[in-house]
């Protein structure tokens, strides 16, 4: 029995009847398509659109979102498991992290009712698409120092600004900037997020070549005096930080759930090879010089899961304090099991971990994102350091 079919995902509460269906069906989802679909796609330089789209007439991409907006009325919980399965099936969609995830979440908790309706329909079937813009050539992890602003010129707002490595920008209807506005009372900066319609004048995107097999690909952005409305504002000028997290804890639970389907790919391809492969009098897999560290990789997954199914029923329950705490620590073990993981993969499957009929070769670089993005190992072990442990703050 391999990772992929549903009876292995062990019982645990977390599993509703109702999340244990979704599992079965999205990984049915992912099956039909499979590995070599997102990777031809992304050698091609093509969109994985058909997946995308199909998700979305299926209510997967709009679980996490409100019913009266055309979500599932579902919480975090149920948008990792779409996320774990179509990974473990070998279609790590990124934009899920970004456009449902954060977007979706920061709009439906502070958005207006009109950016609801305008925005989240259209991102729980699949139609609208939303890019997530923090990360800043000069600030890089201390976004303390990020430096886009926003001023006011009657009721409009002003963009002026820079970001880099922005997914998927060119197959997104718009982007949520991340950008300070002038403080009227004191005159300070402070962060505030904007929704740009990517067509906006004087808002140009450029794409960074990276040596990642993906279809999503990364962008430079710049924003040179872009023009745009009051309500392009979302939610309370007053209150960004708030609002941030309640996206950011999303996007960390949701990476953990890229990272563990991408391990439990990579397992699921080294433990059948390692059954079947002989090359002295047993199969490889008998040989405890491998079968050790694909039973450690597989304590790791497991430990990740747990901890990322706790993050995100922190997070639906409201705690946002004791989500981004297990957030982190999620993200962290996450992104350590998937880099383990697809490393012992290819140790196993020999030359073949490196051809392009088995995939693993190519999840090497997709494995090592999620220890750098969308925030890294040691900023995590910072935070655990600071926050959990008490120490002081070193930097
Ligand atoms: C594929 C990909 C997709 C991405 N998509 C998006 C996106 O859609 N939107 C977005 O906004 N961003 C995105 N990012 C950006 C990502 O979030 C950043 O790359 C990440 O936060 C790290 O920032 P940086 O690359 O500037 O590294 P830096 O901040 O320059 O860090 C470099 C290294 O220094 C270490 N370091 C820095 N400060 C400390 C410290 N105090 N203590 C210990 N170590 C430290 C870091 O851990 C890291 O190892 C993406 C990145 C990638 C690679």
């Known amino acids: 029995m391999t990772l992929t079919e549903p009876a292995a995902v062990p019982a645990f509460p977390f599993d509703t009847e109702e999340r244990r269906a979704l599992r079965e069906a999205v990984g049915a989802l992912g099956r039909r398509y499979g590995a070599g679909y997102l990777r031809e796609r992304a050698r091609k330089g093509e969109s994985s659109d058909e997946l995308w789209h199909e998700a979305g007439r299926l209510g997967y991409l709009g679980v996490s979102l409100p019913e009266e907006y055309g979500g599932g009325g579902g919480g975090i919980a149920d948008l990792v498991v779409v996320l774990e399965e179509l ?59 990020i430096t886009t602003t926003a001023r006011r010129d009657g009721a409009d707002w002003i ?163 004791g989500a981004g705490e297990a957030a982190n620590m999620a993200k962290y073990a996450a992104a350590e099991a998937a880099v383990h993981s697809v490393d012992q993969a290819v140790q196993t499957l020999g030359g073949n971990g490196l051809t392009e009929e088995y995939g693993l070769g190519a999840l090497i670089t997709v494995s090592r994102v999620t220890r750098v993005a969308p925030v890294s190992r040691e900023m995590i072990l910072n935070y655990v350091a600071q926050h959990t442990l008490g120490l002081p703050k070193s930097y």
């Open 87 to 145: 990974a473990t099936a070998g279609c790590p969609l990124l934009l899920l992290v970004v456009t449902p995830a954060i977007c979706g979440s920061i709009i439906a908790r502070f958005g207006t009712e009109q950016q609801k309706r305008r925005h989240l329909p259209g991102f729980a079937d699949g139609t609208v698409r939303m890019a997530f813009g923090i990360t800043e050539p000069d600030a890089g992890s201390n976004s303390h120092r």
């Open 159 to 321: 963009l002026n600004g820079r970001k880099v490595f922005i997914s998927a920008v060119d197959t997104c209807d718009s982007v949520m900037v991340v950008a300070r506005t002038e403080d009227a009372r004191t005159g300070k900066l402070k962060p505030a997020l904007f929704i740009v319609p990517r067509e906006t004048p004087g808002f140009e995107y450029r794409a960074i070549p990276m040596e990642i097999v993906s279809p999503e690909r990364q962008f430079q952005l710049f924003f040179d005096e872009v023009r745009l409305p009051a309500d392009a504002l979302v939610g309370d000028e007053d209150a960004a930080l708030l609002q941030l997290f309640a996206g950011l804890n999303p996007e960390r639970i949701m990476v953990a759930a890229f990272a563990t389907g991408i391990a439990r790919y990579a397992l699921d391809k080294a433990v059948d090879y390692a059954k079947s492969r002989v090359v002295f009098k047993d199969p490889i897999g008998a040989h405890q010089g491998l079968a050790h560290p694909l039973a450690q990789c597989r304590i790791e997954l497991e430990l990740a899961r747990l901890m990322m199914q706790k993050a995100a029923l922190l997070n639906d329950s409201g705690d946002d304090v």
